[in-house]
């Protein structure tokens, strides 16, 4: 098995010339192009002092630019670490305080913000969308470098951080041997090819963008028809001229409310997969319905990358994510005793694999709190293994919200209201949303005799908490339910205000 980075080389000498990048509007990147940037961009970092194992923090906008800033990372043996473009000063302090990263790159508008974090342990440079920035002034004067330094697939090659049910965002380390691993076994299973062409309208600092559809591109040697964020028009002209979409439930949601998407426009493509969030089996019946396409579902999470999917061969079943991937176990156990469970039963999620992450930064105990004797990971979702075979998944262990394929962790939120003066204590819940599968909202108990106002609950947390994680709604209420042990009963009030955003 080779590295990502080496298999970008690989791709390189295959097809130099071919498009990595297909910018609509913009030049194409070939693949030799890129290497001259990667390469350029590795003398730079080498020459700020990033060594082996240093971590590189970046929070850029999308471009061919931050790929290149991925692959240098991977390159000189650094470890990436993207992070969430909405994410606001105080989540970056927090991040920055964890990760201790050699180099954070932002967007040249923020520079002036961020330079004040520079100190003799961390430089600060910017990086835009339209070769701007100072570290793309740096590339431009720099030579390449071509070494690499040599990983072992058992060496971290980035950290995602991932909230948690309780307290703040955890680093996932993930190994090369992860990310290599995962990309084969998603070529293999979605016939992915030199041939494809992708339509790549994710976010590049998820799993999702990052692990699976860029990783696939760099390593099958395919081109990505690259879009700075999801449009349904803009990408359903582009059908036309492509092979695969890659997308979160939302932009199926969103292309089925488009008149044009038909079985014309969606000729030349072969194939439209979904994960990140619960695919409707609504959404997944009227699409083949008005495309003769059937979505592929696949089920991921940041600490083990892709898990399961729907046969390339063979039914896609709604409303089921399919089998393991190959050389991944699942097993569904007993949620308090870790008993296996005989097929057929809803239980917990587990799963072990060459995918599965090497732990979360800095925190042993919580990463062994997470796994069983036998090195299989609890995910917290629960599910249930048909008598077809198929893995289907019923619900959460976890207190998580999944909004737009974004996770929105409860604690985190209701942490901010509670301290708003005026407010007893608050819940937040997830609410079937007709756009984001799930609409966040706050259930807040004010103070008796105390008027307070969405507008203000809102505005008090907002410079606080990214956009995305952030209520739709809050409603107010004179108490929260709670069961006999005095837990609050989530369920309870999904139910209650299941109509919400109807
Ligand atoms: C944007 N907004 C959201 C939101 N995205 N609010 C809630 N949930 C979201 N997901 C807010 C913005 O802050 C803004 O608020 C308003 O909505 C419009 O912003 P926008 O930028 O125009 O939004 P849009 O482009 O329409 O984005 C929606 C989206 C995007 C669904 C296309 O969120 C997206 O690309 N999501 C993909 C997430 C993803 O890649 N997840 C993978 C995680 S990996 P306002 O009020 O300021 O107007 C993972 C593992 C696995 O989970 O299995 O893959
Ligand atoms: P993240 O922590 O962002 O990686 O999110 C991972 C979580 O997303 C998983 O634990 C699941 O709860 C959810 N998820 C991912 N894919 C699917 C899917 N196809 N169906 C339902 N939930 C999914």
New binding site residues.
């Given amino acids: 098995m080779q590295t990502i980075y080496d298999s970008f080389l690989a791709s390189v000498e295959a097809s130099p010339d071919k498009a990595l990048f297909d910018r609509p509007g913009k030049p194409d990147i070939s693949f030799a192009e890129a290497r001259d940037s990667v390469w350029r961009l590795a003398t730079v970092l080498t020459d700020i002092g990033v060594k082996p194992g240093d971590r590189v923090a970046a929070q850029t906008d999308k471009s061919p630019e931050a790929i290149f800033l991925y692959l240098a990372t991977l390159q000189i043996g650094a470890v990436y670490l993207p992070l969430n473009t909405?994410y606001t000063g105080s989540e970056i302090d927090y991040f920055i305080g964890d990760a201790a990263p050699r180099l954070f790159v932002c967007r040249p508008g923020t520079l002036a913000g961020h330079k004040a974090r520079q100190n003799d342990g961390l430089r600060v440079e910017s990086l835009g969308d339209e070769g701007d920035g100072t570290l793309a002034d740096l590339v431009r004067v720099a030579k390449p470098r071509q070494d690499r330094v040599e990983r072992q697939m058992n060496d971290a090659a980035a950290i995602l951080y991932t909230s948690g049910t309780t307290g703040r965002s955890k680093g996932a380390v993930l190994t090369h041997g992860n990310l290599a691993s995962n990309t084969a076994a998603l070529l293999e299973s979605w016939r992915y090819t030199a041939d494809d062409r992708l339509i790549h309208?994710?976010?590049i600092f998820?799993?999702?963008?990052l692990f699976?559809a860029a990783n696939m591109s760099i390593v099958a040697g395919a081109t990505m028809i690259w879009l700075a964020?999801?449009d349904d028009e803009a990408v359903i002209d582009l059908m036309a001229d492509a092979t695969v979409l890659m997308g979160?439930p939302?932009?199926y949601t969103r292309l089925l409310k488009s008149d044009r998407l038909n079985r014309e426009t969606t000729a030349n493509m072969r194939l439209f997969v979904s994960?990140?969030?619960p695919l409707l089996a609504e959404d997944h019946r009227n699409f083949e319905a008005r495309t003769a396409h059937q979505i592929l579902e696949r089920?991921?999470?940041?600490e083990t990358c892709?898990i399961a999917t729907n046969p390339y061969d063979g039914a896609r079943k709604p409303g089921a994510v399919g089998m393991p991937l190959p050389g991944i176990e699942i097993r569904i156990t007993d949620r308090e005793t870790g008993a296996l469970l005989p097929r057929g039963e809803i239980g917990a999620i587990e799963v072990r694999g060459p995918n599965v992450f090497d732990g979360y930064w800095k925190l042993p105990e919580k990463t062994a709190a997470e796994f069983r004797a036998d090195r299989f990971f609890i995910t917290g979702d629960l599910g249930q293994i048909g008598e077809d075979g198929y893995l289907r998944i019923v619900g959460r262990d976890k207190d998580l919200v999944i909004?737009?394929?974004?996770?929105v962790y409860p604690k985190e939120v209701e942490g901010l209201i509670d301290d708003i003066p005026g407010v007893i204590e608050s819940a937040v819940i997830g609410l079937p949303h007709p756009d984001?599968g799930e609409g966040?909202t706050a259930v807040v108990v004010p103070e008796v005799g105390i008027h307070l106002e969405e507008a203000r609950i809102i505005a008090a947390i907002g410079n606080r908490l990214a956009?995305?994680k952030q209520p739709?709604r809050v409603l107010f209420v004179t108490e929260l339910p709670r069961n006999a042990m005095g837990k609050v009963q989530k369920a309870e009030l999904r139910k209650a205000f299941a109509g919400l955003y109807a």
Wanted: hydrophobic share 40%.
């Fill in positions: 909405a309208a994710l976010p998820h799993t999702h963008g699976v964020k999801f979160v939302t932009f994960g990140s969030a089920y991921g999470m940041t892709m909004s737009g394929g974004y996770n984001l966040v956009r995305y739709k």
